[in-house]
């Protein structure tokens, strides 16, 4: 009831934003008449939960949507117009590396109110991060194509993810993964990486990317040992998220996957890739292999976002909602 409550306020308040010709703040924006007509096209529906995979050597983020079978299908590929610093994973506060990991994204982490448009926070660090002592915090995704240990969209295609990730919890979601990579994890890639220092933990992170290309699900994540596990069922009715991160890992097996192999129109849906345009600035000559993530620096001064406000009870939104509510004269 609530996502429909919601849903109907989101709805009329853009009815009165037409009639009266008023400009709604970018995280109540409808999604545009083109995000939907996609959506339709590739039977996917905006209440369907979302995933999203970041690639910094490429500067992609993509959108993954569940569909009605369980398996997620690529609705967009966004070009990430800033990140700083190497490949690699972000050590401490400062060094201006964004993260790579295993990230967990809850409706509390996200911005409405940010300084670069919009922002959601990855969660870094997360525990595989805590137990190896790494430090910072306030680590987006966002707008305004700066960074300074972000991950920089430009503003259109970050009200679009934005959007996507606001109906999704809307609409029952909890919280949606991101897998942040240093790049595409084939085989190939990972040959010319095997001189980095962070080789080993990439072949930790080539894990998921291996299981999620076979699969299309998310595979599960825990953390014990002061390493990921990925892919593990534990005995008994032990929760993955509640392991000590540096106890000993309980005894687990490693989940069969169950390869996707779509066929006729559900095929054609799942080989589609739609890349939206936008810059990338940063070029390969100016990616390095990671080395300069192990020596701090100085980060540049940029303002903090705000801390979102109106989270003590339903989250992010509730200042948004509360006022169109009001508009409407349906808040209580």
């Known amino acids: 009831m609530r996502g429909i409550y919601v849903g109907i306020l989101i709805t009329a308040a853009a009815l009165l934003a037409a009639c009266a010709k008023i400009e709604l703040a970018p995280h109540l924006k409808p999604l545009s008449k083109e995000t939907m007509m996609l959506l339709g096209r590739k039977d996917m529906r905006i209440d369907q939960p979302i995933f999203v995979r970041i690639f910094k050597e490429e500067s992609e ?31 401490q506060q400062g060094d201006r590396q964004a993260p790579e990991g295993f990230y967990r994204v809850t409706r509390h982490q996200m911005n409405p109110n940010s300084n670069f448009h919009l922002a959601f926070n990855l969660g870094y660090p997360n525990a595989f991060d805590r137990a190896h002592n790494r430090t910072g915090e306030f680590l987006m995704v966002h707008g305004k194509c ?53 080789y080993e933990f990439w072949k930790t992170l080539k894990e998921a990317y291996d299981y999620f290309e076979l699969t299309r699900v998310p595979p599960t994540i825990a953390v014990c040992e002061k390493r990921y596990v990925v892919n593990a069922k534990f005995s008994g009715s032990i929760d993955p998220a509640k392991l000590d991160p540096v106890g000993r890992c309980p005894p687990y097996q490693k989940i069969e996957p169950e390869p996707f192999v779509p ?37 540049s001064v940029m303002p903090a976002d705000p801390a979102p406000t109106g989270t003590s009870t339903t989250g992010v939104f509730v200042n948004g909602w509360s006022s169109v509510s009001r508009a409407l004269g349906l808040a209580k």
Request: glycine share 8%.
């Open 146 to 198: 700066k960074s300074a240990g972000c991950y920089a969209m430009t503003d259109e295609p970050m009200e679009e993810i934005y959007g996507l990730a606001r109906e999704a919890f809307i609409n029952g979601q909890e919280a949606f993964e991101v897998h942040a990579f240093p790049f595409r994890m084939t085989d190939e890639k990972m040959a010319l990486h095997k001189n980095s220092p962070h």
């Open 263 to 299: 066929t006729g129109i559900d095929q054609q849906i799942a080989e589609e890739r739609i890349v939206a345009p936008g810059p990338k600035k940063r070029t390969l000559a100016s990616i390095r292999n990671g080395s300069l993530s192990l020596t701090p620096v100085t980060a």
């Open 61 to 91: 983020l993509e959108i993954w949507k569940q569909r009605d079978d369980g398996r997620f299908y690529h609705f967009k590929t966004y070009p990430i117009c800033n990140w700083s610093g190497d490949l690699g994973p972000k050590m």
